[in-house]
Nanobody
Framework: QVQLVESGGGLMQPGGSVRLSCAAS????????TGWWRQAPGKEREFVAAIRWSSGRTYYANSVKGRFTISFDNTKSTVFLQMNSLEFEDTAVYYC?????????????????????WGQGTQVTVSS
């Protein structure tokens, strides 16, 4: 089992920045792949970004590419999402998700079913 706890959300202004953190505990000695997902009110949960701990390979949704950066600190078993140039449309609950870094992760990183563990989420609100 892997437990995930997100932090860092809050109320931000358009154009601002925020960094979300996801602390993983439990079976983190297993090589993991972790992703960030978000769900806006009335919308389906959507993929934001993912990273493979084994290689550092990253994946991004087109809507955040160039604005968001996913990274991790292996020594702290923590994944980060640096969010810059925030837009109103970035308002959502952001969820951290994780799965064993399987060889075929690149084929399903954008699918919810590819992740075995989920955090409780942290709210990010972009408002002026």
């Amino acid at each position: 089992q892997v437990q995930l706890v997100e932090s860092g959300g809050g109320l931000m202004q358009p154009g601002g920045s925020v960094r979300l953190s996801c602390a993983a505990s439990g079976r983190t000695f297993t090589r993991l792949a972790t992703g960030w997902w978000r769900q806006a009110p009335g919308k389906e949960r959507e993929f934001v970004a993912a990273i493979r701990w084994s290689s550092g390979r990253t994946y991004y949704a087109n809507s955040v590419k160039g604005r968001f950066t996913i990274s991790f600190d292996n020594t702290k078993s923590t994944v980060f999402l640096q969010m810059n140039s925030l837009e109103f449309e970035d308002t959502a609950v952001y969820y951290c998700a994780a799965a064993p870094d399987r060889a075929d992760f690149s084929g399903y990183y954008y699918q919810q079913r590819g992740y075995d563990y989920w955090g409780q989420g942290t709210q990010v609100t972009v408002s002026s």
